[in-house]
Every structure is written in structure tokens, then in C-alpha cells.
């Protein structure tokens, strides 16, 4: 604590440099820092998805009224709800439910899980003092797993998306779709459907958070895999 002139996080850093890290992976400054791939991760689930309801969703004189991706407690993926009728998401009771299985990783399974791709993100540009294989200490950074925050926040519109494109393949297979289908992403009681206001939530954070050129590219980079999905991020952030 001396040589951290008292600051407890100075010293926790130091004594992580030293090898004290408490069981936890050593962090290398030279790594690359990793990618959640939300990109490939929403491909990898509308081609589950599309396989699923290829096998299990019937014609019906009923249109598809509700296409939602549902995470059930965690983050990622788990189930597939379709709705028809006058029985939209906001019921409760949907005509078709299918468990979908992808794996996620490396994103999270649930927003307390710890995750040392955002933790090693976050001390390398400055959005957390302590080092990755100390963990956090009496610290909020602003990025974190919360759907009102970066980078879950852009997960979710990835989500989104993933259903849109769901209930676009529907209809492009002969299904019966509403004009005023509810496509979204659901997590334990929250469903979110509005791509535009969510859309606008991402932009605003993204010019909140990185002004950093640099900053923001290795954020497309971490949340993105392909290239023109990154560009597209950081066109998002700078357009006015």
C-alpha cells in the first residue's frame, strides 16, 4: 500500500504484475483482445432458428403475428417463440416454442458472470482502473452486461435483427405474416421490438463513450467479426 500512496486499487495492480493474481487468468498486455462475434453468433442462430421451424411450425389460417428470440434468465439464445392470431408476444402464450441451442461463447451466460473480454477492453482504454486478472474493486465501469449499456445494448439490436430476419425468411417461405408482426429479442420479462429507438440508444451511448478513434475501432473489433459490420459500427458512432 505504500508504494500505491494508499490507493487499493495501485496495489492490487501491482500485486497482480507480481504474480498474486488469486487464481485468476494472468493478463498479458500484449494479447489480442478477443471477439464476442455478435455477428457470426446472430447468423449461427437464424440458421438454428430456420431449421427448427422448418421441422416444427406448421401452415396454419392463422397469421404470424410474433417472432421472438428469448434468452429465458441469461443472455444468450435459448428459445424461439412464434406467435400467431390475436395471441401477439404480449400474451404470453405462443403457438410454437422451440429450444434453440448455439453456443455463445465467448459472451456471456448471464450478466453477473465475470468476463474478461470486457474486463480487459475496459483497463486497456481507460473505463477501469484494475487490471483483468485482478477483477473489479468498488468499480462500476461504463460498459457492462445491462441492456440499457454498451456493449449489451448492441447485442440486443443484433437480436433483434436476428428475429426480423426470421420472420422475413417466414414470409419468403409461403407463411402467412402479419404487417404488424412483432419481431424482437426477450430476456426473463423484457422484450424488445423497436429497432429504431433501439438503434438510436446504441448510437447515443457510442458517441457518449468513445470519442477515442482508436477506442471505438477496437470496440467494432470486439463486438464484430466481420469487417463491414464493424465499419458499419463506426459509421453509426460518427454519423450525426
Not at 406448421?58 to 439464445?77: F, R
Not at 474493486?137 to 449499456?149: G, I, Q, R
Amino acid at each position: 500500500m505504500k508504494e500505491a500512496q494508499g490507493n487499493p486499487r495501485l496495489a492490487l495492480n501491482q500485486l497482480a504484475s507480481e504474480g498474486h493474481t488469486g487464481g485468476r487468468p494472468r493478463y498479458d498486455e500484449t494479447a489480442p483482445l478477443g471477439c464476442y462475434g455478435f455477428d457470426t453468433y446472430a447468423r449461427r442462430v437464424i440458421e438454428a432458428g430456420e431449421q427448427a421451424l422448418a421441422e416444427y411450425l406448421k401452415p396454419s389460417g392463422e397469421p404470424i403475428t410474433g417472432v421472438v428470440l428469448h434468452g429465458g434468465q441469461g443472455i444468450p439464445v435459448s428459445q424461439l417463440l412464434i406467435y400467431d392470431g390475436t395471441q401477439g408476444p404480449g400474451s404470453g402464450v405462443a403457438r410454437v416454442s422451440l429450444d434453440v441451442t448455439v453456443d455463445a461463447r465467448p459472451i456471456p451466460a448471464a450478466y453477473e458472470d465475470t468476463d474478461l473480454l470486457l474486463e480487459t477492453f475496459c483497463y486497456r482504454f481507460g473505463f477501469q482502473e484494475t487490471r483483468p486478472d485482478v477483477g473489479l474493486f468498488d468499480e462500476e465501469p461504463a460498459l457492462n452486461w445491462e441492456v440499457s449499456t454498451l456493449p449489451d445494448s448492441l447485442y440486443c439490436l443484433v437480436m433483434m435483427r436476428a428475429a426480423t430476419a426470421l420472420a422475413r425468411g417466414l414470409a419468403g417461405k409461403g407463411y402467412q405474416v402479419a404487417s404488424t408482426c412483432i419481431a424482437g429479442y426477450a430476456r426473463q420479462d423484457l422484450l424488445l421490438s423497436d429497432d429504431a429507438d433501439q438503434l438510436a440508444l446504441v448510437q447515443r451511448q457510442l458517441q457518449r463513450n468513445f470519442g477515442d478513434s482508436d477506442a471505438l475501432r477496437a470496440f467494432a473489433g470486439l463486438c464484430h467479426a466481420s469487417p463491414d459490420d464493424q465499419q458499419r459500427l463506426i459509421q453509426l458512432a460518427m454519423a450525426p
